[in-house]
Antibody
Framework: QVQLVQFGTEVKKPGASVKVSCKAS????????ISWVRQAPGQGLEWMGW????????MYAEKFQGRLTVTTDTSTSTGYMELSSLRSDDTAVYFC??????????WGQGTLVTVS | EMVLTQSPDTLSLSPGERATLSCRAS???????LAWYQQKSGQAPRLLIF???SRATGIPDRFSGSGSGTDFTLTISRLEPEDFAVYYC??????????FGQGTKLEIK
């Protein structure tokens, strides 16, 4: 079965960077994109960026341009999201999601990033 | 940038009732590339509807989507206790830039 596994919690200081991982299984990793979506406490969903593991092509929401890097390691079927210059308003749960033709059909369980 | 506005913000209904949730786009959604997600507290979202009206795998037929252009609707025909959650619409238009609505909270009356 398709699974996207993310690990727990990160605590970072303002100005630092965080790198969150998302390990995929149960499907051909290179055949689907990976998107990153975040959710601040008590708030809605915010799309951040997307990558094609097959081509390495990326797209980022304008808000995160220059501060966000999404990558994949096809040898381990793992996606990564790195956000730099962290601020307190970056405190959120960060989800990865398998992406097919723009829809997010499977999601990781999320990683809580606290900036304090 | 396309903006999706959902209404109402909160909907209070009883089990067995019919729920109608709205999503309005600031410009036409190309190819009706609109999806709906359900999110329960402390969980990841779950894909319900894609292409405005196609149910995702395993989604009960009490969930249906409709609409085109700028106006879309998610209907839950007979609410079950497990349906009370937050619902989001999302557009995936002509380029790889995705947008979510602000969400509608469906709560038990």
């Amino acid at each position: 079965q398709v699974q996207l596994v993310q690990f727990g919690t990160e605590v970072k200081k303002p100005g630092a960077s965080v790198k969150v991982s998302c390990k995929a299984s149960g499907y051909t990793f290179s055949s689907y994109g990976i998107s990153w979506v975040r959710q601040a406490p008590g708030q809605g969903l915010e799309w951040m960026g997307w990558i094609s593991p097959y081509s390495g092509n990326t797209m980022y929401a304008e808000k995160f341009q220059g501060r966000l890097t999404v990558t994949t390691d096809t040898s381990t079927s793992t996606g990564y999201m790195e956000l730099s210059s962290l601020r307190s308003d970056d405190t959120a749960v960060y989800f990865c999601a398998r992406t097919i033709f723009g829809k997010f059909d499977y999601w990781g369980q999320g990683t809580l990033v606290t900036v304090s | 940038e396309m903006v999706l506005t959902q209404s109402p913000d909160t909907l209070s209904l009883s089990p067995g009732e019919r729920a109608t949730l709205s999503c309005r786009a600031s410009q036409s959604v190309s190819n009706n590339n609109l999806a709906w997600y359900q999110q329960k507290s402390g969980q990841a979202p779950r894909l319900l509807i894609f292409g405005a009206s196609s149910r995702a795998t395993g989604i009960p037929d009490r969930f249906s989507g409709s609409g085109s252009g700028t106006d879309f609707t998610l209907t839950i025909s007979r609410l079950e206790p497990e349906d009370f959650a937050v619902y989001y619409c999302q557009q995936y238009g002509s380029s790889v830039m995705y947008t979510f609505g602000q969400g509608t909270k469906l709560e038990i009356k």
